[in-house]
Protein backbone atom coordinates (compact mmCIF):
# COMPACT_ATOMS: atom_id res chain seq x y z
CA UNK A 1 0.00 0.00 0.00
CA UNK A 2 3.06 2.50 0.71
CA UNK A 3 4.33 1.62 -2.97
CA UNK A 4 4.34 3.74 -6.06
CA UNK A 5 4.97 2.15 -9.40
CA UNK A 6 6.69 4.15 -11.98
CA UNK A 7 6.78 3.26 -15.89
CA UNK A 8 8.29 3.11 -17.85
CA UNK A 9 11.63 2.45 -16.77
CA UNK A 10 14.06 4.30 -19.91
CA UNK A 11 12.52 6.08 -22.26
CA UNK A 12 14.17 7.29 -25.48
CA UNK A 13 12.30 10.67 -27.07
CA UNK A 14 13.08 12.62 -30.64
CA UNK A 15 14.56 16.51 -29.76
CA UNK A 16 11.15 18.54 -29.72
CA UNK A 17 9.10 15.69 -29.11
CA UNK A 18 6.75 14.95 -25.74
CA UNK A 19 8.15 12.86 -22.86
CA UNK A 20 5.51 10.82 -20.95
CA UNK A 21 6.29 9.43 -17.53
CA UNK A 22 3.62 7.49 -15.30
CA UNK A 23 3.11 6.86 -12.00
CA UNK A 24 0.35 4.82 -10.20
CA UNK A 25 -0.12 4.69 -6.06
CA UNK A 26 -2.74 3.04 -3.55
CA UNK A 27 -2.52 5.02 -0.56
CA UNK A 28 -5.26 7.19 -0.96
CA UNK A 29 -3.87 8.97 2.17
CA UNK A 30 -1.09 10.20 0.22
CA UNK A 31 -1.51 14.36 -0.38
CA UNK A 32 1.61 15.72 -2.04
CA UNK A 33 2.59 14.39 -5.31
CA UNK A 34 6.00 15.75 -6.11
CA UNK A 35 8.88 14.93 -9.44
CA UNK A 36 12.08 15.03 -8.99
CA UNK A 37 15.19 15.11 -11.43
CA UNK A 38 18.03 13.35 -11.23
CA UNK A 39 21.53 13.88 -12.83
CA UNK A 40 24.10 11.55 -12.45
CA UNK A 41 26.22 11.77 -9.23
CA UNK A 42 23.52 14.51 -8.38
CA UNK A 43 21.12 14.55 -5.92
CA UNK A 44 17.41 15.08 -6.78
CA UNK A 45 15.78 18.22 -7.96
CA UNK A 46 12.26 18.80 -7.28
CA UNK A 47 10.89 20.23 -10.42
CA UNK A 48 6.96 19.89 -10.12
CA UNK A 49 4.45 18.99 -7.37
CA UNK A 50 0.93 18.81 -7.23
CA UNK A 51 -1.85 18.11 -4.93
CA UNK A 52 -4.68 16.13 -5.71
CA UNK A 53 -7.36 18.97 -5.64
CA UNK A 54 -6.48 20.03 -8.77
CA UNK A 55 -6.41 17.78 -12.30
CA UNK A 56 -3.86 19.32 -13.80
CA UNK A 57 -0.60 22.06 -13.18
CA UNK A 58 1.50 23.22 -15.81
CA UNK A 59 4.81 24.76 -14.72
CA UNK A 60 7.16 26.20 -18.58
CA UNK A 61 7.49 22.83 -20.11
CA UNK A 62 6.48 20.46 -17.61
CA UNK A 63 3.01 19.32 -16.89
CA UNK A 64 1.53 17.22 -14.26
CA UNK A 65 -1.78 15.31 -14.85
CA UNK A 66 -3.91 14.27 -12.51
CA UNK A 67 -6.62 11.39 -11.66
CA UNK A 68 -7.76 11.07 -8.42
CA UNK A 69 -10.37 8.46 -9.06
CA UNK A 70 -7.73 5.89 -10.96
CA UNK A 71 -5.07 6.89 -8.54
CA UNK A 72 -2.86 8.10 -11.27
CA UNK A 73 -0.37 10.85 -12.36
CA UNK A 74 1.53 11.59 -14.90
CA UNK A 75 4.59 14.26 -15.88
CA UNK A 76 4.64 15.33 -19.28
CA UNK A 77 7.73 16.67 -20.88
CA UNK A 78 6.87 19.27 -23.52
CA UNK A 79 9.29 20.20 -26.50
CA UNK A 80 11.67 17.85 -25.18
CA UNK A 81 15.82 18.76 -25.38
CA UNK A 82 18.98 16.83 -25.27
CA UNK A 83 19.28 19.00 -21.82
CA UNK A 84 16.46 17.01 -20.33
CA UNK A 85 18.22 13.95 -20.23
CA UNK A 86 18.30 12.61 -16.73
CA UNK A 87 16.22 10.27 -14.62
CA UNK A 88 13.28 11.09 -13.59
CA UNK A 89 11.41 9.87 -9.82
CA UNK A 90 7.80 10.60 -9.14
CA UNK A 91 6.87 10.49 -5.48
CA UNK A 92 4.30 11.03 -2.98
CA UNK A 93 3.59 12.12 0.60
CA UNK A 94 0.75 12.07 2.96
CA UNK A 95 1.05 15.44 5.41
CA UNK A 96 0.54 13.33 8.46
CA UNK A 97 3.40 10.70 7.95
CA UNK A 98 6.18 12.88 7.16
CA UNK A 99 8.01 10.25 4.53
CA UNK A 100 8.26 10.31 1.10
CA UNK A 101 7.94 7.45 -1.10
CA UNK A 102 9.59 7.05 -4.37
CA UNK A 103 8.92 5.49 -7.70
CA UNK A 104 11.24 3.23 -9.07
CA UNK A 105 12.79 5.78 -11.68
CA UNK A 106 12.24 6.55 -15.30
CA UNK A 107 15.90 7.56 -17.92
CA UNK A 108 14.93 9.62 -20.26
CA UNK A 109 17.22 9.84 -23.31
CA UNK A 110 16.55 12.64 -25.47
CA UNK A 111 18.20 12.12 -29.03
CA UNK A 112 19.39 15.40 -30.61
CA UNK B 1 21.73 31.33 -0.56
CA UNK B 2 23.54 28.06 0.32
CA UNK B 3 21.68 24.75 -0.20
CA UNK B 4 21.66 21.69 1.26
CA UNK B 5 25.30 20.53 1.81
CA UNK B 6 26.66 17.02 2.68
CA UNK B 7 30.14 15.69 3.00
CA UNK B 8 31.92 13.63 2.72
CA UNK B 9 31.43 13.38 -0.87
CA UNK B 10 32.87 10.11 -1.34
CA UNK B 11 34.00 7.31 1.18
CA UNK B 12 35.14 3.79 1.23
CA UNK B 13 34.38 1.60 4.05
CA UNK B 14 35.14 -2.00 4.96
CA UNK B 15 32.85 -4.75 6.36
CA UNK B 16 32.42 -4.39 9.81
CA UNK B 17 33.72 -0.87 10.60
CA UNK B 18 31.20 2.23 11.27
CA UNK B 19 30.88 5.56 9.16
CA UNK B 20 29.74 8.92 10.26
CA UNK B 21 27.72 11.07 7.61
CA UNK B 22 27.13 14.85 7.36
CA UNK B 23 24.26 16.99 6.51
CA UNK B 24 23.74 20.67 6.62
CA UNK B 25 20.10 21.95 5.72
CA UNK B 26 19.07 24.60 4.13
CA UNK B 27 19.48 28.10 5.70
CA UNK B 28 16.02 28.46 7.57
CA UNK B 29 14.99 24.42 7.34
CA UNK B 30 14.50 22.85 10.15
CA UNK B 31 13.93 19.28 9.03
CA UNK B 32 16.30 16.88 7.79
CA UNK B 33 15.58 13.45 6.28
CA UNK B 34 17.66 10.60 5.34
CA UNK B 35 17.32 8.45 2.03
CA UNK B 36 19.26 5.63 0.96
CA UNK B 37 19.42 5.33 -3.01
CA UNK B 38 21.18 2.10 -4.19
CA UNK B 39 22.27 2.03 -8.02
CA UNK B 40 19.25 2.31 -10.41
CA UNK B 41 16.99 2.71 -7.84
CA UNK B 42 14.72 5.13 -6.12
CA UNK B 43 15.40 7.07 -2.82
CA UNK B 44 14.04 4.78 0.03
CA UNK B 45 13.36 6.91 3.46
CA UNK B 46 15.59 6.36 6.73
CA UNK B 47 14.14 8.66 9.36
CA UNK B 48 13.60 12.15 9.93
CA UNK B 49 14.98 14.38 12.27
CA UNK B 50 12.89 17.39 13.72
CA UNK B 51 13.15 19.58 16.88
CA UNK B 52 16.01 17.03 17.49
CA UNK B 53 14.24 13.82 17.33
CA UNK B 54 13.32 11.03 15.07
CA UNK B 55 9.97 11.58 13.81
CA UNK B 56 9.42 8.68 11.87
CA UNK B 57 11.43 5.89 9.84
CA UNK B 58 11.47 3.68 7.64
CA UNK B 59 12.58 0.17 6.97
CA UNK B 60 15.87 0.02 8.57
CA UNK B 61 17.67 -1.60 11.03
CA UNK B 62 19.18 -0.24 14.34
CA UNK B 63 22.48 -0.21 12.53
CA UNK B 64 21.10 2.90 11.43
CA UNK B 65 21.19 5.82 13.50
CA UNK B 66 20.83 9.76 13.52
CA UNK B 67 21.29 12.83 15.29
CA UNK B 68 20.45 16.38 14.79
CA UNK B 69 22.10 19.35 16.73
CA UNK B 70 20.72 22.64 17.43
CA UNK B 71 21.84 24.13 14.48
CA UNK B 72 19.72 22.01 12.33
CA UNK B 73 22.37 20.00 10.54
CA UNK B 74 22.49 15.97 11.22
CA UNK B 75 24.41 13.27 11.05
CA UNK B 76 23.75 9.84 10.00
CA UNK B 77 25.68 6.77 11.86
CA UNK B 78 26.02 2.77 9.84
CA UNK B 79 26.93 0.47 12.50
CA UNK B 80 28.62 -2.93 11.70
CA UNK B 81 28.64 -1.99 7.56
CA UNK B 82 27.63 -4.61 4.98
CA UNK B 83 28.25 -4.79 1.20
CA UNK B 84 25.04 -3.67 0.83
CA UNK B 85 25.18 -0.73 2.78
CA UNK B 86 27.32 0.64 -0.77
CA UNK B 87 24.95 3.59 -2.04
CA UNK B 88 24.03 7.16 -2.21
CA UNK B 89 23.27 8.10 0.88
CA UNK B 90 21.04 11.73 0.85
CA UNK B 91 20.34 14.18 2.88
CA UNK B 92 16.80 16.14 2.44
CA UNK B 93 16.32 19.48 4.17
CA UNK B 94 12.49 21.52 5.08
CA UNK B 95 10.28 23.95 6.54
CA UNK B 96 9.02 21.60 9.21
CA UNK B 97 8.40 17.78 8.78
CA UNK B 98 5.48 17.96 6.08
CA UNK B 99 6.74 20.88 3.68
CA UNK B 100 8.91 19.73 0.66
CA UNK B 101 12.09 18.68 0.81
CA UNK B 102 15.32 19.92 -0.72
CA UNK B 103 18.26 17.47 -1.48
CA UNK B 104 21.86 17.71 -1.09
CA UNK B 105 24.29 16.28 -3.74
CA UNK B 106 24.81 12.87 -1.71
CA UNK B 107 27.76 11.02 -0.29
CA UNK B 108 28.54 7.88 -2.52
CA UNK B 109 29.20 5.36 0.28
CA UNK B 110 30.79 1.53 -0.87
CA UNK B 111 31.81 -0.68 1.11
CA UNK B 112 34.27 -3.28 0.24
Known amino acids: QQQVKQSPQSLIVQKGGISIINCAYE??????FPWYQQFPGKGPALLIA?????SEKKEGRFTISFNKSAKQFSLHIMDSQPGDSATYFC???????????FGAGTRLFVKA | DAGVTQSPTHLIKTRGQQVTLRCSPK?????VSWYQQALGQGPQFIFQ???????QRGNFPDRFSGHQFPNYSSELNVNALLLGDSALYLC???????????FGPGTRLTVL
Open chain 1, 50 to 54: IRPDV
Open chain 2, 49 to 55: YYEEEER
Open chain 2, 27 to 31: SGHDT
Open chain 1, 27 to 32: NTAFDY
Open chain 2, 92 to 102: ASSLGPTDTQY
Open chain 1, 91 to 101: AATHTGGFKTI
